[in-house]
């Protein structure tokens, strides 16, 4: 079991931004995918990042929010700007890559609201 750590949620306006980050104890990593859970709401895939870089969003998030790799391969961030009442959610980070199963942080909690 890979472990994976996810941090920099917190409580924003609207129009204000948050990064998120995401770090796995491994570095086989295929891809690293941010999704998030909504109260009452089924979890949704938000963006990814393969190990080649290749990078893909949900319709609702393109053109602002922004997924990179940090300074280290298993490590990756979510630049989240002009935030919306609807990005309101639980965050998690999911990890795939060799010699082990799909693994999922604990989540961290993003609020927008005035």
């Known amino acids: 079991q890979v472990q994976v750590v996810e941090s920099g949620g917190g409580l924003v306006q609207p129009g204000g931004s948050l990064r998120l980050s995401c770090t796995a104890s491994?570095?086989?990593?295929?891809?690293m995918t941010w999704y998030r859970q909504a109260p009452e709401k089924e979890r949704e895939l938000v963006a990814r990042i393969t190990n080649t870089d290749n990078t893909m969003y949900a319709d609702a998030v393109k053109g602002r929010f922004t997924i990179s790799r940090g300074n280290m391969k298993n490590q990756i961030h979510l630049q989240m700007t002009g935030l919306k009442p609807e990005d309101t959610a639980v965050y998690y980070c999911?990890?795939?890559?060799?010699?082990?199963?799909?693994?999922w942080g604990q989540g961290t909690q993003v609020t927008v609201s005035s």
């Open positions: 999911n990890v795939v890559g060799s010699g082990f199963v799909p693994s």
């Open positions: 491994s570095v086989s990593i295929y891809a």
